[in-house]
């Protein structure tokens, strides 16, 4: 069955790559990028704008996204980056801006989405970790750490949607070489 499949940080890694085989096989791919007009004519899906680091345009997202379709089936959390770097050298407010994109972002934009897929009882989150959430590494202290909170987030969120019929799952890839 084709599905519609939202996609955040649709124009590079992980994102370009699910958005561009879902899309070869037939499913609505909406992906999201900081800077679509940069991919214009790169990629074969609707590229939107999304900053899940700007509260305003994840406010303004859901009724952009709602003008090019009409039902979301799938919500894929892909957008986001990654600190390296010792702990004790890392800067604060790097480390909170990691977490500031790759937790609060994540969290942001499932809020914004959420209203839609309960009112139509229907839906599936699908947030793309890391392995490092598991099993934390050396020299990823704040990355581990903020996804290490994606993972606790949404599985209790997992249970709070079941209700109403919404899937909610993790993927936690291990080292694969991406932009």
């Known amino acids: 069955m084709k ?11 992980f994102g ?4 561009n085989k879902l899309h070869a096989q037939g499913h609505t791919v909406i992906g999201t990028s900081r800077e679509p007009q940069k991919y214009a004519g790169k990629v074969p899906f609707k590229l939107l704008r999304l900053d899940i680091d700007d509260d305003a345009s994840i406010e303004a997202f859901p009724s952009e996204l709602f003008q090019h379709i009409r039902k979301l089936d799938v919500l894929v959390n892909n957008a986001g980056y990654m600190v390296t770097g010792l702990a004790e050298e890392t800067p604060l407010d790097v480390a909170r801006q990691q977490f500031e994109t790759n937790f609060w972002g994540t969290v942001k934009v499932t809020n914004a989405i ?19 959430a598991l099993i934390g590494p050396p020299n990823l202290s704040f990355y581990s750490a903020s996804k290490h909170a994606v993972e606790g987030y949404f599985k209790s969120l ?3 949607l079941n209700p109403f019929n919404i899937q909610v799952s993790m993927v936690e890839p291990v080292w694969f070489k991406t932009n």
Do not use: D, H, N
Not at 16 to 19: D, E, F, I, S, T
């Open 3 to 13: 599905q519609t499949v939202l996609i955040t940080g649709a124009s590079s890694g």
């Open 16 to 19: 370009l790559m699910l958005a």
């Open 114 to 132: 959420l209203p839609y897929f309960r009112k139509q009882r229907s839906g599936k989150i699908i947030t793309v970790s890391s392995i490092v």
């Open 158 to 160: 997992r249970f709070e």
